[in-house]
């Protein structure tokens, strides 16, 4: 086949244009930490974990090395282990899971609903056992999954709820954030997601204050009040000062950023409709911060070569890495949209004929 001329390139990402906008008071802290020495635990973690707590509306962010450490540093504090059961959804990133099973836990797994991808709560009960311990619904996209109908399910059974908010900084449910609806939540600022460190980094957030105290500690090794002392089994867990420092500024920007994505998510909306894919749905009450705009696209395959051709990144995020832990058949939605989801590009430096491009081009293909 030969290749298409394309009128533009379109990226799935801009990370150099973030840095960018920020690079010279992200240079001048960089200078300053790198000459001071003061690399952990000072005070861009303190900044951090306060601008992160109002952010989302909670008494506690706790700072640690990823998302995935804050999901497991947060199942571990309460005390989820061996001989647990957690419901979760196995169309997730492979994390979600992966926390589960390093503290010991089993994951259980319900199926999601086709039109937002994320767990169904008409499914999670007959899924409860004497053995269940909690219930971890992941908010996907940057849209927040039904967690009015899962904590009543969890009040009604006594289970603990961990929100998977590893896509949601900044989403709202209602008035209130990512974070809020649970006992733990755990954020991630893996470089590609919407507030992105330079590497590896992760928020723990909670409302509980035993809770948070139990998770200060394990980032450290379990270390206790006092110096040198252990209270606990715990992580190597903290957050360079390098990162923080990165990520308090990019939070400066994140509320603009977001309201570029949702402005481009708009857009792409407006130019896919009537072309025969599924559009992402926004579910009431939930202000979607647009971390990921996924479709679900007949011939998904050949849609991302054709793409592809044109020079227009896709990703296939997920496989449900975890479905065959399921017995076969048991989600019947799962194994439907990992077949079909196609996310398309809608990071905050996407241009109007960028845009025009990918819709003209998804829609001369179907
Ligand atoms: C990114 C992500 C994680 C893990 O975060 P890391 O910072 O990469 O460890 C967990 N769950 C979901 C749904 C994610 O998207």
């Avoid at 200078?31 to 974990?49: D, F, P, Q, R």
């Avoid at 992160?52 to 450490?69: E, F, K, L, Q």
């Avoid at 504090?77 to 959804?89: N, P, Q, S």
């Amino acid at each position: 086949m030969t290749k298409y001329n394309s009128p533009v390139r379109v990226p799935f990402l801009d990370l150099r244009r973030q840095y960018a906008e920020l690079e010279a008071a992200i240079d001048a802290d960089v200078k300053e930490i790198l000459s001071t020495g003061a690399y952990v635990m000072g005070k861009h973690n303190k900044g951090l974990e306060e601008e992160v707590a109002r952010y989302h509306g909670v008494r506690h962010a706790i700072a640690v090395n990823s998302g995935t450490d804050a999901l497991r540093i947060g199942l571990d504090a309460l005390g989820i282990g061996a001989g647990d059961e957690v419901i979760t959804v196995a169309f997730t990133f492979v994390a979600t899971v992966e926390a589960i099973v390093q503290v010991g836990a089993k994951p259980v797994f319900v199926d999601i609903r086709r039109e937002d991808q994320m767990i169904d709560p008409a499914l999670i009960e007959a899924a409860i056992t004497p053995n269940t311990k909690a219930i971890m619904p992941v908010h996907l996209w940057g849209q927040m999954a039904d967690m009015a109908a899962i904590n009543a399910i969890a009040s009604k059974h006594n289970l603990l709820v961990i929100e998977d908010a590893a896509q949601a900084i900044g989403s709202t449910q209602g008035d209130k954030g990512a974070g809020n609806f649970s006992q733990v939540a755990g954020i991630s600022f893996y470089v590609t997601k919407n507030l992105g460190a330079a590497g590896d980094g992760g928020m723990i957030v909670t409302n509980d204050d035993t809770v948070a105290d139990t998770c200060r500690s394990m980032r450290i090794h379990g270390m206790g009040k006092e110096r040198y002392y252990y209270d606990h089994i715990g992580y190597t867990s903290r957050l360079s000062e390098l990162q923080a420092a990165i990520l308090r500024h990019k939070l400066t920007q994140l509320d603009e950023w977001t309201a570029m994505r949702q402005a481009i998510a708009a857009k792409l909306i407006a130019g896919l409709e009537g072309s025969g894919v599924s559009l992402p749905v926004t579910r009431a009450g939930n202000n979607h911060t647009w971390h990921q705009f996924t479709i679900l696209a007949p011939r998904r395959d050949e849609l991302q070569a054709f793409l592809k051709e044109r020079e227009i990144d896709s990703m296939i995020y997920y496989h449900a890495p975890y479905k065959h832990l399921a017995a076969e058949g048991s989600l019947p939605v799962t194994e439907q949209p990992s077949l079909e989801v196609l996310s398309l590009p809608v990071h905050q430096y996407l241009r109007d004929d960028e845009v025009a491009w990918v819709c003209e081009s998804v829609k001369s293909f179907l």
